[in-house]
């Protein structure tokens, strides 16, 4: 006579290995397409990273260039952009291998929120990166410049220093300009109503203006240029999240209605 817990068991445990496999060919066909387009990329390594250099090379005195301070430097700091590059571009595939994974076990609204939600937040971090570079890096540049000018500084930095700093300052706007979607998030899930969004304004507002002198270096411009569109994009939120609750609303009542 065979065991009922036993015959129980191996249904589960063969789905979970199942899981586990599909996890793993996900996660390959994900890193695959990364390889893929960073193999494509490579050749062109040291002008991606030279295109990334501009606005730094554009605000150096005529004669000033970058240093190599490690060995490897020069080699590998191209390829960490290149990889970088790659990621980006390749992302939109990345995220289709974690939805296609985690789609069986959504319900059919919520399979119809994530598509633009994954959407726009690739599309709003681009635009943040993109910010990032052809208006914050040029300007705080410009900036630090200025100021070594008078101290008979000579402004250099090493390669790998400046990819960090590049690096923190995507990432810093691209999550900025996520915040709409959080906005609108927080709203269409019931954690916070419209109403409270515009109460705490205020608070919002200093967090701001501290965040971006955490990020940003010790300037006025540079934290008024994270601060403000951190603000704005804060304002954007609360009207998207009006006009998305307000629609899911006369949804509501139309099927209540019915």
Known sequence: ????????????????????????????????????????????????????????????????????????????????????????????????????????????????LVAPLVFSSYSLFLCGMAFAYFVVFPTIFRVMAHYNAPLGAEMTTDIDNYLSFVLTMFIAFGVTFEVPIVVVLLARMGVVSIQKLKQIRPYVIVGAFVISAVVTPPDVFSQLILAIPLVILYEAGIIAARLVIGKDGIKNKEAAAE
């Open 1 to 112: 006579m065979s065991d009922p817990q036993h015959t129980k068991e191996e249904p589960v445990e063969e789905t979970f290995i199942s899981h586990l496999v599909e996890l793993r060919d996900r996660i390959i066909r994900a890193g695959a397409s990364v390889i893929v387009v960073f193999i494509a990329l490579v050749y062109w390594a040291p002008d991606i990273f030279k295109l990334l250099a501009r606005p730094l090379m554009q605000n150096l005195p005529a004669d000033g260039k970058m240093i190599v301070t490690d060995v490897t430097g020069s080699f590998f700091v191209p390829m960490k952009v290149t990889m970088l590059v790659a990621f980006v571009i390749a992302l939109p595939l990345v995220l289709y291998q974690i939805w296609a994974f985690v789609a069986p076990g959504l319900y059919q609204h919520e399979k119809k």
